[in-house]
């Protein structure tokens, strides 16, 4: 019997994370996450993915979150050879479609962090859209450089012992 309330207990606490991930209105914010930032760094980069389950248009406004003084939807233009990272006032997340931020891409721009995003860390950010409203998600931390939220450091793989 305690068994199955532990369980039940799980499982209602899975459903209340996942819930907080996604709007009333369909939109759902997904596979957040962020690369670990050198000491001293005043700026870094998260990434989610944006799925529309609803039946109008929707937009990403605004973003926030506790570890930077600014968080801005940044999109990365190349200027004759050369990366740009250019703020958008808004960004169009149509109904059925899916809009991945990535490096290279989309992203949300963290400025004036307040300490260095650190590896394995994790920390809150909510994203505010034009209909939907703010939706929060938790943003986990990969190693400085990663190009995905699943790269590994090689020393973490097992038979790996490199320094």
Not at 17 to 27: D, F, K, L
Not at 101 to 129: C, N, Q
Not at 144 to 150: L, Q, V
């Amino acid at each position: 019997m305690i068994r199955l309330s532990l369980l039940t207990a799980a499982i209602v606490l899975m459903g209340a994370w996942t819930a907080a991930a996604q709007s009333s209105s369909g939109i759902a914010v997904t596979d957040a996450w962020a690369r670990a930032t050198p000491p001293g760094a005043k700026t870094g980069a998260a990434y989610i993915t944006i799925t529309n389950k609803g039946a109008a248009s929707d937009q990403v406004v605004a973003a926030s979150t506790p570890v930077a003084g600014m968080a801005q939807v940044h999109t990365t233009i190349v200027d004759n050879g050369v990366d740009k990272m250019r703020p958008v006032k808004s960004l169009d997340v149509k109904p059925g479609a899916t809009v991945m931020m990535k490096p290279g891409g989309y992203h949300i721009m963290l400025m004036e962090l307040k300490k260095p995003l650190m590896e394995g860390e994790s920390f809150p950010l909510t994203v505010r859209f034009a209909k939907a409203g703010e939706v929060e998600t938790t943003v986990k931390v990969a190693k400085i450089g990663a190009s995905s939220a699943g790269e590994m450091n090689m020393k973490d793989m097992p038979g790996m012992n490199m320094k």
